[in-house]
């Protein structure tokens, strides 16, 4: 694409031109910047046509063209162009060129110093009086909120310095165990190991929990133990298992698949948020997989039938009716990909125990566990 100028003065006045010039910045730029010389070929618009020009004369103060061809404008370019109001001759030259350019729309935008011009704009008739004055409350109120966003820029980068100064998993001795995370459900599992003095290396992003660990005695690292490099460092590549603990359902399968891929020889545990997360990792080859509340719900449910006055027998047949009917809404939502599916299973006050049907015998495949790895 040739470069593209709109020329200050051509001839003849009326009609297609045949002459054109620019003057004065253009050409000290298209002289001293571009270093145009005679026979090179631009496009000019003159007077409203666009041509293919030749420069016949090169000096600072004017180039001139001769005009040939007229040439079909191209459509605008797809680009809405906003564009901060700053010094008015500045910003006009902006303009031009933008439209050199064949830019479909522009929208002025106001910048840090754009108040001062506002008043010469309004009186200049470049921008309304109530444009203006719009502009200005505009500006005002970004004065006053910008002390409060630099505060929380502070902030945050003070808890990204805090971040930095965290030992990584580089540090850690050589463990037969990661567990990544070390909130509520990372700090049962790991301390469980502990107890029997198996070494465990612990992993966690969230600075604040890593400060207060340290508090109690726990030594945690800092980082994401989702990304292979830094599993790595953590020694997974040895590691007998990786036990992820994590709070939410950021582990999703195609994170997962690849950390099965980097660690073959390691058997890998995932806490799941809810059945939806066990579904999606459901075809993974986990070593187990557990919903975060399953159990402690079944405890609670236990406890509450108990207290009704039922006996330990029925009590133990409620779990295993409850756990059966759960995992077979499980295999049917994984199949259809519906969490509607399996609906019937579910206990209702029209669908009991006492309807008839009896407690089944537990089946391999328990609703908060993955198939063991072969």
């Given at each position: 694409?040739?470069?593209?100028?709109?020329?200050?003065?051509?001839?003849?006045?009326?009609?297609?031109?045949?002459?054109?010039?620019?003057?004065?910045?253009?050409?000290?730029?298209?002289?001293?910047?571009?270093?145009?010389?005679?026979?090179?070929?631009?496009?000019?618009?003159?007077?409203?046509?666009?041509?293919?020009?030749?420069?016949?004369?090169?000096?600072?103060?004017?180039?001139?063209?001769?005009?040939?061809?007229?040439?079909?404008?191209?459509?605008?370019?797809?680009?809405?162009?906003?564009?901060?109001?700053?010094?008015?001759?500045?910003?006009?030259?902006?303009?031009?060129?933008?439209?050199?350019?064949?830019?479909?729309?522009?929208?002025?935008?106001?910048?840090?110093?754009?108040?001062?011009?506002?008043?010469?704009?309004?009186?200049?008739?470049?921008?309304?009086?109530e444009a203006a004055s719009l502009f200005?409350?505009?500006?005002?109120?970004?004065?006053?909120?910008?002390?409060?966003?630099?505060?929380?820029?502070?902030?945050?980068?003070?808890?990204?310095?805090?971040?930095?100064?965290?030992?990584?998993?580089?540090k850690s001795p050589e463990t037969p165990?990661?567990?990544?995370?070390?909130?509520?459900?990372?700090?049962?599992?790991?301390?469980?190991?502990?107890?029997?003095?198996?070494?465990?290396?612990?992993?966690?992003?969230?600075?604040?929990?890593?400060?207060?660990?340290?508090?109690?005695?726990?030594?945690?690292?800092?980082?994401?133990?989702?990304?292979?490099?830094?599993?790595?460092?953590?020694?997974?590549?040895?590691?007998?298992?990786?036990?992820?603990?994590?709070?939410?359902?950021q582990l999703d399968k195609a994170t997962?698949?690849?950390?099965?891929?980097?660690?073959?020889?390691?058997?890998?545990?995932?806490?799941?948020?809810?059945?939806?997360?066990?579904?999606?990792?459901?075809?993974?080859?986990?070593?187990?997989?557990?919903?975060?509340?399953?159990?402690?719900?079944?405890?609670?449910?236990?406890?509450?039938?108990?207290?009704?006055?039922?006996?330990?027998?029925?009590?133990?047949?409620?779990?295993?009716?409850?756990?059966?009917?759960?995992?077979?809404?499980?295999?049917?939502?994984?199949?259809?990909?519906?969490?509607?599916?399996?609906?019937?299973?579910?206990?209702?006050?029209?669908?009991?125990?006492?309807?008839?049907?009896?407690?089944?015998?537990?089946?391999?495949?328990?609703?908060?566990?993955?198939?063991?790895?072969?």
């Amino acid at each position: 694409m040739r470069r593209r100028f709109i020329a200050d003065t051509w001839s003849p006045d009326s009609g297609p031109p045949t002459q054109a010039a620019l003057t004065g910045e253009q050409a000290a730029h298209l002289a001293r910047v571009l270093r145009a010389q005679s026979g090179q070929v631009y496009d000019i618009v003159a007077n409203g046509f666009l041509h293919r020009a030749e420069v016949v004369s090169v000096s600072e103060n004017e180039v001139r063209f001769a005009l040939h061809e007229e040439l079909e404008a191209d459509a605008a370019l797809p680009i809405h162009l906003l564009l901060a109001v700053f010094k008015f001759d500045h910003f006009e030259w902006a303009i031009e060129k933008a439209t050199e350019l064949g830019v479909a729309r522009m929208t002025p935008i106001l910048a840090r110093r754009t108040e001062k011009h506002l008043a010469q704009a309004a009186a200049g008739r470049l921008i309304t009086p109530e444009a203006a004055s719009l502009f200005s409350a505009v500006v005002v109120l970004s004065m006053a909120t910008t002390p409060f966003l630099m505060r929380l820029t502070d902030y945050l980068d003070r808890r990204e310095q805090q971040r930095a100064d965290l030992d990584g998993p580089e540090k850690s001795p050589e463990t037969p165990i990661i567990v990544v995370g070390y909130g509520r459900f990372g700090q049962t599992v790991a301390q469980m190991l502990m107890a029997k003095r198996i070494g465990v290396t612990i992993i966690d992003l969230d600075a604040e929990m890593i400060d207060i660990s340290g508090e109690m005695g726990a030594k945690v690292y800092y980082g994401d133990g989702t990304r292979i490099d830094l599993l790595r460092t953590a020694g997974a590549a040895d590691a007998r298992a990786i036990l992820f603990c994590n709070d939410g359902d950021q582990l999703d399968k195609a994170t997962m698949t690849r950390i099965l891929e980097a660690f073959p020889q390691a058997k890998v545990m995932a806490r799941v948020y809810d059945r939806r997360q066990l579904i999606a990792l459901n075809e993974l080859d986990l070593e187990f997989a557990q919903r975060e509340l399953f159990e402690s719900a079944v405890l609670m449910g236990r406890k509450a039938l108990k207290m009704t006055g039922l006996s330990a027998e029925e009590v133990d047949e409620v779990e295993r009716a409850y756990r059966n009917r759960d995992c077979e809404r499980l295999e049917r939502q994984a199949e259809t990909g519906d969490l509607r599916a399996g609906v019937d299973r579910m206990f209702s006050d029209d669908r009991s125990l006492d309807d008839g049907e009896g407690a089944k015998p537990m089946p391999a495949l328990v609703p908060d566990s993955s198939p063991a790895r072969k």
